[in-house]
Antibody
């Protein structure tokens, strides 16, 4: 069974940093693109970033470029999102997603990040 | 800011049909496949349609997808109370080099 389990969310002050993790199991992690998608309270989905199977390519939504870094450790079957210079508008549930754009598409349960003083 | 536009809400009686539109541009829908997701309250999104018109195994054929030019459509027939959810389209945007989701549509079963 495919499982994606996010962790690392919590309350952080504006300007602070947080590192999210996503532990993957039940599939060959190193064979699939991975993404982070977020959803602000009561709002729609917003794609944040993705990373190629070997980590050689990464892409970001404009609003997080220069502040967030996506990375992966295929030996540990783990995905990460380093978030720096956090702003109130980064408050959201952050989902880990494994998707190749075809029928292989799985999501974690999400972890809540709250940016507030 | 979403670049794919969906109607905020659609509704119909049980057993009826609804369609949800997703309007984009040549750099996203016009150039790439569209996916559709269903998000039930308090849960993670679930893939309904990929490749613009393909259903993953386990998704009933009541759900269908189509694409024409820079627009896509999700159809739901035989509407059930369990279909009440938010629905999102999504596609890669070749110009932005980013994935974009639609604004989302809430389906209500009357």
């Amino acid at each position: 069974e495919v499982q994606l389990v996010e962790s690392g969310g919590g309350l952080v002050q504006p300007g602070g940093s947080l590192r999210l993790s996503c532990a993957a199991s039940g599939f060959t992690f190193s064979s699939h693109w991975m993404s982070w998608v977020r959803q602000a309270p009561g709002k729609g989905l917003e794609w944040v970033a993705n990373i190629r199977q070997d980590g050689s390519e990464t892409y970001y939504v404009d609003s997080v470029k220069g502040r967030f870094t996506i990375s992966r450790d295929n030996a540990k079957n783990s995905l990460y999102l380093q978030m720096n210079s956090l702003r109130a508008e980064d408050t959201a549930v952050y989902y880990c997603q494994s998707s190749d754009g075809d029928n292989f598409d799985y999501w974690g349960q999400g972890t809540l990040v709250t940016v507030s003083s | 800011q979403s670049v794919l536009t969906q109607p905020p809400s659609v509704s119909a009686a049980p057993g009826q049909k609804v369609t949800i539109s997703c309007s984009g541009s040549s750099s996203n829908i016009g150039d790439n496949y569209v996916s559709w997701y269903q998000q039930l309250p308090g849960t993670a999104p679930k893939l309904l349609i990929y490749g613009s018109n393909k259903r993953p195994s386990g998704i009933p054929d009541r759900f269908s997808g189509s694409k024409s030019g820079t627009s896509a459509t999700l159809g739901i027939t035989g509407l059930q109370t369990g279909d009440e959810a938010d629905y999102y389209c999504g596609a890669w945007d070749s110009s932005l080099t980013a994935y974009v989701f639609g604004t989302g549509t809430k389906v209500t079963v009357l």
